[in-house]
């Protein structure tokens, strides 16, 4: 229920995905993208290949102090979506456009059809920045990429513009579907400030915590379940399989048959 393809920053395209789903045994996938929605129609079909139960999905990257990051299921009237999607993308794509240039001022010989060719898709974002970046020899790996040039603080990096969380809440309400925040221990807000978030995202529609996912020990968890059940809000559980760009995580999580009111996001088990 959280995946990436290289309609966004993952490495693998939908039917290598879906192939892959239908190898490890996984029922339900969901495409969550970045931003978009390019890759669904494409991946609906890849998953009727492999008889694997698709459920259509996003995950909106808000701006805010910290991390925070909205998954979307169900997604039913997606027009409106796209359209808002599309100023994310024009600002994504002025933000790097400065990041390339700081990027050649600096001595660092990258243009964007090198950019564009790590993407490979329509969503071009900073892992693209480093994945090139390793190729062509101006740091060894990604994460060094990151520290040098690209994370917050570094030579070459730019601040981006999105939505607010509470407007990538009403986005994905409004294109029915049903909003979750992934990854919460990515946020690094301790339990009051998560909880406090949480109360504020529920009163624009927040219907879901990520509580088991790659990101988090068995021990955090059992936290984020806690507080899932205190906050009235639906635990999920995602891999945020990337593919090769997340070496480790391997896709699919195994829950209950019971852990998810599955008819609720428009799947039948």
Same mark, same amino acid.
């Given at each position: 229920?959280?995946?990436?393809?290289?309609?966004?920053?993952?490495?693998?395209?939908?039917?290598?995905?879906?192939?892959?789903?239908? *190898? #490890?045994?996984?029922?339900?996938? !969901? %495409?969550?993208?970045?931003?978009?929605?390019?890759?669904?129609? +494409?991946?609906? @079909?890849?998953?009727?290949?492999?008889?694997?139960?698709?459920?259509?999905?996003?995950?909106?990257?808000?701006?805010?102090?910290?991390?925070?990051?909205?998954?979307?299921?169900?997604?039913?009237?997606?027009?409106?979506?796209?359209?808002?999607?599309?100023?994310?993308?024009?600002?994504?794509?002025?933000?790097?456009?400065?990041?390339?240039?700081?990027?050649?001022?600096?001595?660092?010989?990258?243009?964007?059809?090198?950019?564009?060719?790590?993407?490979?898709?329509?969503?071009? *974002? #900073?892992?693209?920045?480093?994945? !090139? %970046?390793?190729?062509?020899?101006?740091?060894?790996?990604?994460? +060094?990429?990151? @520290?040098?040039?690209?994370?917050?603080?570094?030579?070459?990096?730019?601040?981006?513009?999105?939505?607010?969380?509470?407007?990538?809440?009403?986005?994905?309400?409004?294109?029915?579907?049903?909003?979750?925040?992934?990854?919460?221990?990515?946020?690094?807000?301790?339990?009051?400030?998560?909880?406090?978030?949480?109360?504020?995202?529920?009163?624009?529609?927040?219907?879901?915590?990520?509580?088991?996912?790659?990101?988090?020990?068995?021990?955090?968890?059992?936290?984020?379940?806690?507080?899932?059940?205190?906050?009235?809000?639906?635990?999920?559980?995602?891999?945020?399989?990337?593919?090769?760009?997340?070496?480790?995580?391997?896709?699919?999580?195994?829950?209950?048959?019971?852990?998810?009111?599955?008819?609720?996001?428009?799947?039948?088990?």
């Amino acid at each position: 229920m959280h995946v990436h393809s290289s309609f966004s920053d993952g490495t693998c395209s939908v039917d290598e995905i879906a192939k892959q789903a239908a *190898a #490890r045994g996984i029922v339900i996938l !969901a %495409l969550t993208d970045h931003d978009n929605l390019d890759g669904q129609k +494409s991946f609906a @079909s890849a998953c009727k290949k492999y008889s694997i139960k698709h459920l259509p999905g996003v995950e909106l990257s808000s701006k805010c102090p910290f991390t925070a990051h909205i998954l979307g299921y169900r997604l039913t009237k997606t027009q409106p979506l796209e359209e808002a999607l599309e100023w994310v993308v024009k600002r994504r794509n002025e933000r790097n456009s400065l990041i390339l240039e700081r990027l050649n001022s600096q001595g660092v010989k990258i243009n964007i059809e090198d950019i564009e060719f790590e993407a490979g898709g329509r969503v071009i *974002a #900073r892992p693209h920045f480093a994945s !090139a %970046l390793v190729k062509k020899g101006y740091v060894p790996d990604i994460t +060094s990429a990151f @520290s040098k040039y690209l994370a917050k603080g570094a030579a070459a990096y730019v601040s981006r513009e999105a939505y607010s969380p509470e407007d990538c809440v009403r986005l994905i309400r409004e294109a029915g579907g049903l909003p979750v925040l992934a990854h919460p221990s990515l946020t690094g807000l301790d339990n009051k400030g998560l909880g406090d978030f949480l109360d504020e995202l529920t009163e624009y529609g927040l219907w879901g915590l990520e509580c088991i996912s790659s990101h988090c020990k068995a021990d955090e968890a059992l936290g984020f379940l806690k507080i899932a059940s205190e906050h009235n809000l639906f635990p999920t559980a995602g891999s945020d399989f990337h593919g090769a760009r997340r070496p480790g995580i391997t896709l699919g999580v195994q829950v209950t048959e019971s852990f998810l009111p599955w008819a609720r996001l428009g799947v039948a088990l």
